[in-house]
């Protein structure tokens, strides 16, 4: 490592009580998606004591800081770190209101990127490389909550789900050639190098209407929508079959609403659904063998159904792993348990990256540190170093070395991207996905 370098984790290790601080603090007060009020008051206000510029609002709680001055001759890289939680109730660290919960690992992404803003705004740092590097908190990665955010966007507060889908289509990512990010990863490494390939997804949003009446009495005045959804869910469940095995298509639905009373009729269910496969090609294929299996409830009982169809995140396009990231675990953690990604593999979850890989250049890598599995009452944070500190110096030695020596690395980078979507022909793919069918079949 060179002189800057050493300086970088010198300067994370004496900050590392205040890094592991705001780790904690992010942890202990987690926030939905769309709803990162708090959280996003914390990064920005760490944020504007560090950086030359900073937009905030954006996408809601969206945060941007720029390391200097804005340039658009400069190549620009973005270090990201998610601002939103999961709901998984029953995780000692859950908000017990909300049973929103950091399960997902967000909060140790923010705290790389707090670490690795607090290394490279030292004035020594910041002058010896040519190029600029943007600190992005971005809310939502999350799909959940899809009335929520249909809500929102009746508002026209937003027009996507997804936290990094919407900056893109407001531009804050215009101006970003390269971003690199990071996730938890629970017991298996200390360090992962790579991303895997991933699903895509498109969400629905479905509303069965029938009409109330005396579930004892006269249940023969009414429709049951109950009844409607479970028709219609079955026959989702009956389109198993005609999946491809190699399209690892994964369909699944909660209900958040089911009737009222036991004693009425249920005039009216609201179910959410995602909509998965690896391939574009197959998540359309799939969507539409959705919409015909729901509605066949409605047909079934002689009632109504609405089903609201949203542009989801696109499949991750994974990079070679990065030879930089490699060489800094290695260096950083000689004696440690490093694993980098093989060729071929892949994730039957989805992520808003996926969305980044189509446009831009995406270095991805993982730390451990945490038990449990992701989305679960188990997972907690058992090493403070591995997942917050460590991922600190990867956030900020990678930046830095992608961009030293006249931005050599970063230029390669670039050079070497094959992108799939400019972001006009992105947000034209995602316009395209927005669907809505209605079907009354009370009066027929």
Known sequence: MDNIEEKIINIIDKNRGRIIEFARDILA???????????????AEILKELLEELETNLAITGVKGYLKKKDSE????????????????????????????????????????IGAAIALSDSEVRNSFKGNISFFAVPSEEYGEIEYKL???????????GGKSEII?????????ISIVHHLDPGKYDIGIGDKSSNGFVSKLTRYKGKASHAAASPHLGINAVNASSIGLSSVAFQRETFKESDTVRVH???????????????????????????????IDTSKKVDRALKAGALAVGGSVEIKTEPGYLPV?????????????????????????????????????????????VLKFSTGGCIGQLHSSEFDIVNEEISYI??????????YRILR?????????????????????????????????????ENE
């Open 390 to 399: 460590i991922t600190a110096k990867i956030m900020a030695l990678t930046a």
């Open 169 to 177: 289509r407001i531009g804050a990512f215009d101006d970003i050639d």
């Open 29 to 43: 007060n987690p926030e939905l998606g769309y709803k990162e009020i708090r959280t996003a008051e914390k990064v």
């Open 151 to 161: 809500s929102l966007k009746d508002k026209g507060l937003i027009k996507y789900g």
């Open 317 to 361: 396009i994974p990079l070679e792993p990065s030879k930089v990231m490699i060489d800094i675990a290695k260096e950083l953690l000689p004696n440690g348990n490093i694993s980098i990604t093989k060729k071929g593999d892949h994730s039957e979850g989805s992520s808003d990256v996926g969305d980044l890989t189509h446009i831009m250049p």
């Open 405 to 441: 020596d006249n931005n050599s690395e970063a230029k390669k980078i670039i050079k070497d991207f094959n992108q799939k979507f400019t972001i006009k022909e992105y947000k034209e793919y995602m316009d395209n996905l927005e669907n809505t069918i209605e079907v009354n079949y």
């Open 253 to 283: 639905s909660i209900i958040t609403k089911g009737g009222g009373l036991v004693n009425v009729i249920p005039d009216e269910v609201v179910i959410e659904s995602l909509v998965r496969a690896n391939n574009i090609e197959a998540i």
């Open 74 to 113: 400069d190549i620009n890289v973005a270090i990201i770190g998610e601002l939103d939680a999961i709901v998984v109730p029953n995780n000692q660290h859950a908000n017990k209101k909300t049973g929103a919960c950091h399960a997902c690992g967000h909060h140790a992404q923010l705290a790389g990127l």
